[in-house]
């Protein structure tokens, strides 16, 4: 028989054994570590001076002191002083320093980092992977300057964040149809000028955008 469990490393109680219930509180003991588990902080290379009783952190790759070969494992400070539980990919802590899940990775813990195929509301996908650049306006029948300068400056802040939701702002208004986008610019008077161009599915907003 294992003296560990294989994923925790929770010690087993054997047969026969005596005193059972020291095994038994240990395991707990370290299950309240891992379960659900919330930090500190991440990275951290020193123990604190004074920790609180359920006080967890992430140790850092070069510990000191009583962390000492425990580099990237759970530390908990408990009633038996300190207790340590090995993490594996697939993990996941609430960071409760920086208020941000942390998930761990094969190269590490990754904090704050969200990772999906796509987005779901209500069962819509409103967020795709990434598609390609938008291209600059150009040519065109009628050259309107204000308006492609205005055009500009739109796609010059949605290509840093690619699928980024926009909403309704001086006189601006950004609508996903499908993977289209068409974009009002309010001008003076009531002179309204549009350019279609592709984009990537972005939360549609259903408001009046009446220039």
Known sequence: ????????????MEAGQAQ???????????LDLAVQAAVRGIGTQTPP???????????????QGAWTGHAGMLAGWTDGGWRFV?????????????????????????????????????????VGAQRPAIADPAAGDTVD????TAI??????????????MSPSDGLAVVAVAQQCRVF????????????????????????YDA
């Not at 059972?20 to 370290?30: F, I, S």
């Not at 300057?145 to 492609?148: L, Y």
């Open 49 to 63: 001076t004074d920790p609180a009783t359920g006080d967890a952190w992430i140790v850092g790759d070069a510990p």
């Open 20 to 30: 059972k219930e020291r095994t038994h509180n240990e395991a707990l003991a370290m």
């Open 152 to 165: 500009m400056a739109i796609l010059e802040a949605l290509r840093p964040w690619n699928d980024r939701a």
């Open 86 to 126: 090995a993490t594996r990919p697939g993990w996941r802590v609430w960071d409760a320093g920086q208020q941000m899940v942390a998930t761990r990775t094969a190269a590490g813990w990754e904090n704050g980092v969200v990772r999906a195929a796509r987005l779901m509301i209500d069962g819509t996908q409103v």
């Open 145 to 148: 300057a204000p308006a492609r």
């Open 1 to 12: 028989m294992e003296a560990t469990s294989t994923r925790l490393l929770l010690p087993m």
């Open 185 to 208: 610019v309010s001008l003076s008077g009531n002179h309204r000028s549009d350019s279609e161009f592709a984009l990537s599915v972005v939360t549609p907003w259903k408001g009046d």
